[in-house]
């Protein structure tokens, strides 16, 4: 069974980047897909992106698509959310997920295993 731990959440200004880590232990994290979602006050958690156990696919949600990156490295059991361009309609609470298969990306219902999440705030 895994467990998922973010970091790299903070303030930021709109315009500026953050880079987010999750890093994974107690289990084999190349067997995961991988997912960050985003969950803002009084809305539903929403898909940001999605990689593949490789790394070779990758997917994003329509709001970050051009400004968000996801990427893994299988040796350090990490999977990265790079964020530039950030506007104040990013600011959430950003979960890494992992699900085992092949297949599906975008419901979080899919997932099984979640970290605490970590705190993003764009703002001024």
């Known amino acids: 069974q895994v467990q998922l731990v973010e970091s790299g959440g903070g303030l930021v200004q709109p315009g500026g980047s953050l880079r987010l880590s999750c890093a994974a232990s107690?289990?084999?994290?190349?067997?995961?897909?991988m997912g960050w979602f985003r969950q803002a006050p009084g809305k539903e958690r929403e898909f940001v992106a999605g990689i593949s156990r490789s790394g070779g696919i990758t997917y994003n949600g329509d709001s970050v698509k051009g400004r968000f990156t996801i990427s893994r490295d299988n040796a350090r059991n990490t999977v990265y959310l790079q964020m530039n361009s950030l506007k104040p309609e990013d600011t959430a609470v950003y979960y890494c997920?992992?699900?085992?298969?092949?297949?599906?990306?975008?419901?979080?219902?899919?997932?099984?295993?979640w970290g605490q999440g970590t705190q993003v705030t764009v703002s001024l």
């Open positions: 997920a992992a699900r085992l298969g092949t297949m599906g990306y975008r419901d979080p219902k899919e997932y099984g295993y």
């Open positions: 107690g289990g084999t994290f190349s067997l995961y897909i």
